[in-house]
């Protein structure tokens, strides 16, 4: 009976008598509290179980994918903040203007194809590669 249980668990034989050999030893008492406490964690986790394959569909089965990503961008949060980065909004708000100023000047200096150096217009708007201002 055990090799064919064993068969259809996929355990070895000697695992399935070890486990078996667990329950042996105990009273009535205590194998119905732990069969009773096995069905309430089973219950549980059937639970978990079902909730993560029907969040799992909702996204298309990349569920794990986006629970790595989301933490591993928690941890750079948590490491930028406990090294010392700075959390206030308005840092955060000066670094973005920063980055748009740096951005609209690229952008107003347009590449020349004759001379290779960039070319504005008398209005300070750049103009593209065929002549036409932006």
Same mark, same amino acid.
């Given at each position: 009976m055990l090799e064919q249980l064993a068969k259809q668990t996929g355990m070895p034989k000697e &695992?399935? #008598? *070890?486990?078996? %050999?667990?329950? $042996? &030893?105990?009273? $009535?008492?205590?194998? /119905?509290s732990s069969l009773k406490t096995m069905a309430k964690v089973q219950n549980v986790a059937s639970k978990f179980t079902s909730a993560w394959k029907s969040i799992d569909g909702v996204m298309g089965g990349n569920l794990k994918i986006m629970l790595i990503v989301g933490g591993v961008c928690l941890i750079g949060v948590l490491v930028l903040y406990w090294l010392g980065g700075d959390s206030s909004a308005s840092a955060a708000t000066e670094s973005l203007q920063?980055?748009?100023? *740096?951005?609209? /000047? #690229? +952008?107003?200096?347009?590449?020349?194809? /004759?001379? &290779? /150096? %960039?070319?504005? +217009? %008398?209005?300070g708007s750049a103009e593209d590669e065929f002549g036409d201002e932006f």
């Open positions: &695992g399935l #008598e *070890k486990t078996l %050999g667990m329950f $042996d &030893g105990m009273s $009535d008492a205590q194998l /119905e920063t980055a748009a100023r *740096k951005l609209n /000047e #690229e +952008t107003l200096v347009a590449p020349s194809h /004759e001379t &290779g /150096e %960039g070319t504005t +217009t %008398g209005s």
